[in-house]
């Protein structure tokens, strides 16, 4: 929940926020109102674990990977469709660079099935008439192969741009630190370069083991998202239950899906029917502890500065529903994952992407599927 007059935050990029702090959905708020129970979404799959230092990939395989259908073990039950991998797959990587190049964002690429990958196939498969199942399946690998040829790995020759910083400390979540900082850039160039081609900072390093990315004129095997525009949006659905955001153009087409984190049952994110007022890139935050329940409230108001690693990340859409917005997020992992305090969390690439296809008076409706 935002506590900010917009026409004000909007004249100098500042955003006065109470929605972009992390939080389990189960917190207790004393300020907040209980909400209704929204309707039973999938059961997020367990965590994978993280990517061991022996595990390599490489371009030719994803590139020339191709459907297999999972096996089960004798006598045991097919997979479930959202069942997680614990390893990337060469052929899930593949497909979530064609779901993201379709604008039908997994999130974070990693060549696992977790919850957004499950949802991104679920939306994908609604919007072009084929069975949905929320797994991959042979049907949606040849609908998304069957239009884009273009590799899904390139490679990618690091320039003196890439690594002359400043790097900024990573300070967690600690306002206190951040506010004593001049600005929030990415904290490494591992970071700014997972963030730029949509990659989990384990597969970027996995795929470029021996790689000195810290140097330039080293190539760097990486995700190729691509880079087209989304057409104007003439309207948004936030879905609470699928934790999406959906965006319409005005023949009510869908031309996007991004997985989000949207409210929470103790700070829900507002009902009806609202408006974009407006965008603001590289947002400043300020934490009010007058107008906020949570947070280093005896440390008083807290102006920190615009940056990649901002809590509200690289952009602000504000909506005329008082106080709240979309916005992008530091840690892209937890999009669709945690709760926020209100407002609707995207990526940093995919808060981008939408503030650019959107104007004032576009409609952004809050539904529960």
Known sequence: MVSVRMAAMLASAT????????????????AAAPAPAPAPAPAPPPAA??????????????????FTP???????????????SKTPDPALIKAEVLLDRANFAPGVIDGRMGENVHNALIAYDTAHGLPVSGALDQQ???????????????????????????WTPDVGENFVKMAALPSLGYTSELQMLAARFHMDQGLLTALNPSVDIGKPGSQIVVVDPGH?????????LV???????????????????????????ERPSPKGTWKVKGVAQNPDYTYDPSKLTWGPKKAGKLHIPPGPNNPVGVVW?????????????????????????GCVR??????????????????VTFVTS
Not at 55 to 63: K, P, T, V
Not at 228 to 236: E, G, M, Q, S, T
């Open 70 to 84: 999972p096996q089960p073990a004798s006598g045991a039950p097919p997979p479930s469709a959202a069942g997680a």
């Open 228 to 236: 087209a525009a989304l057409p104007p949006v003439d309207h948004i």
């Open 239 to 265: 879905d609470k239950a699928t934790k999406s955001v959906a965006a319409y153009d005005a023949s009510n087409h869908v031309v996007a899906v991004f997985p989000a984190t949207v409210g929470s049952t």
């Open 317 to 341: 859409i504000a909506l005329t529903a008082p106080d709240y917005g979309i916005h992008g997020t530091p840690d892209p992992h937890v999009v669709g994952k945690t709760a926020s305090h």
């Open 140 to 166: 949606t690998w040849d609908a998304l192969n069957a239009g884009d040829h273009t590799p899904v790995l390139t490679t990618y020759t690091i320039t003196p741009q890439d690594v002359a910083g400043p």
């Open 49 to 66: 674990p993280a990517l061991g230092p022996a595990f390599l990939l490489s371009l030719q395989a994803i590139n020339a990977a191709t």
């Open 346 to 363: 995207l990526t940093n690439w995919d808060a981008e992407e939408l503030s650019k296809a959107v104007k004032p008076g576009v409609k």
């Open 15 to 30: 955003a006065l926020v109470g929605c972009s702090q992390n939080i389990d959905a189960g917190a207790k708020t004393a």
